[in-house]
T-cell receptor
């Protein structure tokens, strides 16, 4: 069965510290992987996506993610967190057939302390 | 560029009432979706459409109906609202193909009492 697991319900980091959000997936075919961010009261916005090629992908707002096929993981990272990064982050895995096959993880809420 | 627009943003319903959530996109996307978001459960697909005049069931379709009479609009209906339908609803759209980003509206907060 296809699934996406985000092990951390919430994470708190200090402003300026590095960040890593974990994502593991279970998928029978080549995965199409995404990270979305949701600010309070807003819809989801795409941070980055991976389909093929270089396993380290760069996204908006200074985020990057690394695809590790052997670990079925697609962790999101940022070297230095800003207070404005406080939000909920969703990992998702999609199918070649289209967006209606995209499965979202439960999300990780990021808190940033001064 | 408005993107994906949902109305209403907030609504309180009594059990058994009906209502329709409206979604409009101005990006000429073929695919449109309705999701619900509940704490700890991420987004779950209710219904989707791959083109004007077509609709299909997603993961959690029971208690909802949809229509896509025009390419730019996707309506979500609740015929007889239940407290279990209290949720945040997101409309979204995309071009066909897995490589295409799903664009989301800002959400509609629905409470059924």
């Amino acid at each position: 069965a296809q699934s996406v697991t985000q092990p951390d319900i919430h994470i708190t980091v200090s402003e300026g510290a590095s960040l890593e959000l974990r994502c593991n997936y279970s998928y029978g075919a080549t995965p199409y992987l995404f990270w979305y961010v949701q600010s309070p009261g807003q819809g989801l916005q795409l941070l980055l996506k991976y389909f093929s090629g270089d396993t380290l992908v760069q996204g908006i707002k200074g985020f990057e993610a690394e695809f590790k096929r052997s670990q079925s993981s697609f962790n999101l990272r940022k070297p230095s967190v800003h207070w404005s990064d406080a939000a909920e982050y969703f990992c998702a895995v999609g199918a070649k057939t289209g967006g209606f096959k995209t499965i979202f993880g439960a999300g990780t809420r990021l808190f940033v302390k001064a | 560029n408005a993107g994906v627009t949902q109305t209403p943003k907030f609504r309180v319903l009594k059990t058994g009432q009906s209502m329709t959530l409206l979604c409009a996109q101005d990006m000429n996307h073929e695919y449109m979706y309705w999701y619900r978001q509940d704490p700890g459960m991420g987004l779950r697909l209710i219904h989707y459409s791959v083109g004007e005049g077509t609709t299909a069931k997603g993961e959690v379709p029971d208690g909802y109906n949809v229509s896509r009479l025009k390419k730019q609009n996707f309506l979500l209906g609740l015929e007889s609202a239940a407290p279990s339908q209290t949720s945040v609803y997101f409309c979204a759209s995309s071009y066909p193909g897995a490589g295409n980003t799903i664009y989301f509206g800002e959400g509609s907060w629905l409470t059924v009492v």
